[in-house]
């Protein structure tokens, strides 16, 4: 079955660290991969978005993330975060045979002032 | 200003009752989902639609219902089969080979 696994569940950094939130997939075809972001009280918004081309996608406010085919892997990554990047975080699979989004469980990342 | 809304933002049911949630949207996407938020397991897949007048479970149907009349209209029936309908219910509507757009949720408190 298809599947979408994020490791890291609760996650805290100080501002100014770096940050990598682990997410794998288990998918053996073509896929597009999403990062979302859930602020507190606001809806999901889309982060980053791969679809086919350079495996290493920027977004918005400074996240980027890399599609690594061989590792099932889509890892997000920010260099140095900030108080205003506390939120949770999804990553998800599209499937077009199935027209079916899959998503992580979430990390919840907390940034210390 | 186009967008997905849902309605209402809180819902407080009695047990045993069954209640609707809305979800319009005026992006003239032809998919549409709802998806169940939990604690700790992220989003899961309750019904979809990829064009008006059809719709298939996912993975989590049981106690749920669904119509797709109308294109820009998705609204999901929490039935009192539904064991454990205290949720965060999130819809979202997808066209062609873009992301998926969500709405601001609605919160469902069976009391």
């Known amino acids: 079955a298809q599947s979408v696994s994020q490791h890291n569940h609760h996650v805290i950094l100080s501002e100014a660290a770096s940050l990598e939130l682990g997410c794998n997939y288990s998918?053996?075809?073509?896929?597009?991969l999403f990062w979302y972001v859930q602020y507190p009280g606001q809806h999901l918004q889309l982060l980053l978005k791969y679809f086919s081309g350079d495996p290493l996608v920027k977004g918005i406010k400074g996240f980027e993330a890399e599609f690594i085919k061989s590792k099932f892997s889509f890892n997000l990554r920010k260099p140095s975060v900030q108080w205003s990047d506390t939120a949770e975080y999804f990553c998800a699979l599209f499937l077009g045979n199935f027209n079916k989004f899959y998503f992580g469980s979430g990390t919840k990342l907390n940034v210390k002032p | 200003d186009g967008g997905i809304t849902q309605s209402p933002k809180y819902l407080f049911r009695k047990e045993g009752q069954n209640v609707t949630l809305s979800c319009e949207q005026n992006?003239?996407?032809?998919?549409m989902y709802w998806y169940r938020q939990d604690p700790g397991q992220g989003l899961r897949l309750i019904y979809y639609s990829q064009i008006v007048n059809d719709f298939q479970k996912g993975d989590i149907a049981e106690g749920y219902s669904v119509s797709r009349e109308k294109k820009e209209s998705f609204p999901l029936t929490v039935t009192s089969a539904q064991k454990n309908p205290t949720a965060f219910y999130l819809c979202a509507c997808r066209y062609g080979d873009t992301e998926a757009f969500f709405g601001q949720g609605t919160r469902l408190t069976v009391v």
């Open positions: 992006l003239n996407h032809d998919a």
């Open positions: 998918y053996g075809g073509t896929v597009n």
